[in-house]
């Protein structure tokens, strides 16, 4: 499947037609999201896609609400997908919304239907199901197909008028009823809906159906490479044909695979069931594939633009293994996430040889890849917490961590040694008992002693307690909407796990502020935190974005 992931079809189409001169104003792309969602990685693709391909030669790209269907349609989903699509990293040269050409596609119907390529239909939606014969069988004419040019303008304009209810009529291309493509059996142009628009409030109660309305919007902008999904191959006759009937701008269009990931679903319809019935917080739960979701979990949109562009396009359905884009994200927070000590399931650590009530600062780099950033102070004392899982009673061989009698190193500070541990009644380890070896301190260690085990920890009396997530995958199968029944039979009941912290006080003015990569950490070993967005100083919650290590087998592509 590799040669199929590259976006070079489409570069050497747009190089074709630029080197024959067929486009001497540039190029131009458009992103063109319907507002009845928020945007998901699928998304991010074709974003990544229409912007790069403009940027790349030198042409425009714009962003298009294709906001024709008012039913589903909100102000909501508009202000969020500017913000995904700003936060993503890339800038429109021109906002349009398909709902401003309206009064434009309104006329270029009735011209269609005063050259006779269009008419007023009030077969029932039924009826004409079964005036469409199949693909083995050609359609029959509607018994209205035959009206004259004027009683279909006057009818025409009743619909607009509202003389109508919904469904009671509507306007169809006459194209040819025994077309093998199913889609060019006389397609409805016009429907009725007395709905409320969010831009164009009650003025109009038809609207144009997507096929009458994305190539006319395409065209009027100019858009040169009109790039879709695959699903709409069979469209581009009709998208042709209306353009040619109508004599306007030649746009074309060109189609490529949707991006699915594992574990996941990609379909606003199928996203938004979850967000209604309440399988997850919200559009930007950090387990939902949304770039809201991928943001407040703290991806960086540098690696959502990396996947993008190192997965490419391809011209076959495809499904990527979702560890691609968590690779990326782990890359580029390597890079640049501060390192800090947050202990996730506390255990008791007890310095019997530390002066009591004595704390020393203990200065610890922030990012061994980026020495420039310096170190922080790090409040050290006889008090620690450290993880559950770094102690073991009877540990077995090459155990590296606490046991009786055994040695770590406890991360930028001492060495200690197990001497003691006590219990509760239940047997529950409650304190772990050490002593610390005074010239064994980090960057001055002259004890001669090499435990082979490092740990993090976190100084008691200074610790800041805080919530914090860790995700799993939503789903349990690789590709939920592929299996048999309903698709929310496949989510994973253990795709949230929340514990309570105990941090380093560094963390303490960690803020949730997208923009200037504060508020993403690397808490060692493990794995990569963001600030939540409901995080406050007083009670502060973190998202796990992202372990350190793929702990799920990778493979590449799958067809
Ligand atoms: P969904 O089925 O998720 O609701 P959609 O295609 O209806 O998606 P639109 O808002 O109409 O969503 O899509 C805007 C643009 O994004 C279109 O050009 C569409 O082809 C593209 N797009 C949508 N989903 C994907 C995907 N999974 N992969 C690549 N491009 C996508
Ligand atoms: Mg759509």
Redesign the pocket.
């Known amino acids: 499947m590799t040669e199929e992931r590259s976006n070079n079809f489409l570069e050497e189409i747009i190089e074709t037609d630029l080197a024959a001169g067929k486009y001497p104003d540039g190029i131009q792309t458009r992103?063109?999201?319907?507002p009845?969602?928020y945007l998901?990685i699928?998304?991010a693709?074709?974003i990544h896609l229409n912007f790069s391909l403009a940027q790349k030669f030198g042409g425009k790209c714009n962003l298009r609400f294709?906001d024709t269907n008012p039913s589903t349609e909100e102000t909501e989903y508009v202000d969020s997908i500017e913000n995904d699509v700003r936060w993503l990293g890339y800038q429109w040269d021109n906002k349009f919304f398909a709902s401003d050409y309206f009064s434009q596609l309104h006329a270029f119907a009735v011209h269609l239907i005063e050259r006779g390529l269009a008419y007023v239909d009030d077969s029932t939606s039924e009826e004409m199901a079964a005036q469409k014969g199949s693909t083995h069988e050609p359609g029959v004419n509607s018994p209205y197909r035959d009206r004259s040019i004027d009683e279909n303008l006057r009818l025409f304009e009743e619909m607009r008028q509202g003389v109508y209810p919904d469904g009671a009529k509507v306007l169809r291309a006459k194209i040819d009823m025994a077309h093998p493509n199913l889609l060019l059996r006389d397609p409805v142009m016009y429907r009725i809906k007395h709905a409320h628009h969010h831009r164009t409030g009650d003025t109009w109660c038809i609207y144009p159906m997507y096929d009458f309305a994305h190539g006319q919007s395409d065209s009027l902008e100019h858009v040169t490479h009109s790039?879709?999904?695959l699903e709409f191959i069979h469209h581009r006759p009709l998208y042709d044909w209306f353009i040619e009937q109508l004599g306007i701008y030649p746009s074309h269009q060109y189609e490529f695979a949707?991006?699915?990931l594992t574990y996941t679903v990609?379909?606003?319809?199928k996203l938004l069931q979850l967000v209604n019935e309440g399988h997850v917080s919200g559009w930007d739960d950090p387990r939902m594939p949304t770039v809201s979701g991928m943001r407040r979990r703290g991806y960086l949109p540098e690696a959502i633009r990396q996947f993008c562009e190192e997965s490419g396009i391809g011209k076959r359905d495809n499904i990527v293994d979702v560890g691609r884009l968590e690779a990326a994200v782990r890359d580029h927070l390597n890079q640049t996430a501060p390192r800090r000590m947050a202990v996730l399931d506390p255990l008791k650590l007890v310095i019997t040889n530390y002066p009591a009530g004595q704390t020393e600062l203990l200065s610890i780099e922030n990012n061994p890849e980026r020495p420039e950033t310096g170190s922080r102070e790090v409040p050290f004392s006889n008090e620690l917490w450290i993880e559950r899982e770094d102690f073991m009673e009877t540990p077995p061989k090459k155990f590296f961590r606490l046991g009786p009698g055994l040695m770590v190193r406890l991360k930028g500070a001492y060495i200690v040694r197990c001497e003691d541990f006590v219990k509760d009644p239940s047997g529950q380890v409650t304190e772990i008992h050490c002593t610390y070896i005074p010239e064994s301190k980090s960057g001055s260690d002259t004890s001669g002693l090499q435990p082979k085990g490092t740990i993090h920890w976190v100084n008691a009396a200074t610790a800041i307690e805080a919530e914090v997530r860790l995700y799993d995958r939503l789903f349990r199968v690789e590709n939920p909407a592929d299996e048999s029944g309903d698709f929310k039979e496949y989510l994973n009941p253990d795709s949230i796990e929340s514990v309570t912290a105990y941090l380093e006080p560094a963390l303490a003015d960690a803020t949730c502020d997208y923009t200037d990569g504060i508020a993403r950490y690397q808490f060692l070993r493990k794995g990569y935190f963001a600030v939540d967005t409901d995080s406050t100083p007083d009670a502060m919650r973190f998202n796990r974005t992202v372990g350190l290590k793929d702990s799920w087998a990778r493979t590449a592509v799958k067809s």
């Open positions: 992103f063109p999201p319907e009845n969602g998901h699928g998304h693709s074709s294709d790039i879709c999904t949707r991006r699915n990609m379909s606003k319809r």
